[in-house]
């Protein structure tokens, strides 16, 4: 991977914890969200998709990506079960740890990709300004 400071690559081919965790809820307010995980049926297709009990397992999913030819890769489907707006986000990996060193991972959707985030200020923020993190890690769809 490429440290976005300083363009330095940076091994994580010992990293015994690269995974982060995906939030899944479904949008009912301002400022109110419901967990949603049990609307949707995940199937893992590269690396993990998981549910840790300890975890809020009605809020989250965790995530382990697999390493594939040097790069660290995840895929999976998320299939409905039940109408509405919904809104997931996948965590920063805040202490990936590699042979004793420590490093955080910062993870974003790309804006572009990201067209139906209106549903996240309309209905959870009156309207109002999204604050930086959740712009930045939450797509937002509906489901007919």
């Given amino acids: 991977m490429t440290n976005l400071d300083d363009g330095k690559k940076v091994?994580?081919?010992?990293?015994?914890?690269?995974?982060?965790?995906?939030?899944?809820?479904?949008?009912?307010?301002?400022?109110?969200?419901?967990g949603a995980v049990s609307y949707f049926t995940f199937i893992s297709q590269k690396g993990e998709i998981y549910t840790e009990l300890k975890l809020s397992p009605g809020r989250v999913k965790q995530l382990?990506?697999?390493?594939?030819?040097?790069?660290?890769e995840l895929s999976f489907a998320i299939v409905p079960n039940k109408k509405g707006i919904f809104g997931i986000s996948i965590s920063d990996m805040p202490d990936v740890v590699a042979d004793c060193a420590r490093s955080a991972v910062t993870l974003k959707f790309n804006s572009t990709f990201n067209t139906h985030?209106?549903?996240?200020?309309?209905?959870?923020?009156?309207?109002?300004q999204i604050n930086s993190l959740d712009s930045s890690h939450t797509y937002c769809f509906k489901v007919y």
């Fill in 64 to 72: 382990k990506y697999i390493k594939i030819n040097g790069n660290y």
């Fill in 11 to 34: 091994d994580y081919s010992s990293a015994v914890n690269f995974g982060s965790v995906l939030g899944v809820a479904e949008l009912i307010g301002i400022n109110a969200a419901n």
């Fill in 117 to 128: 985030i209106h549903y996240l200020k309309d209905i959870c923020y009156g309207g109002g």
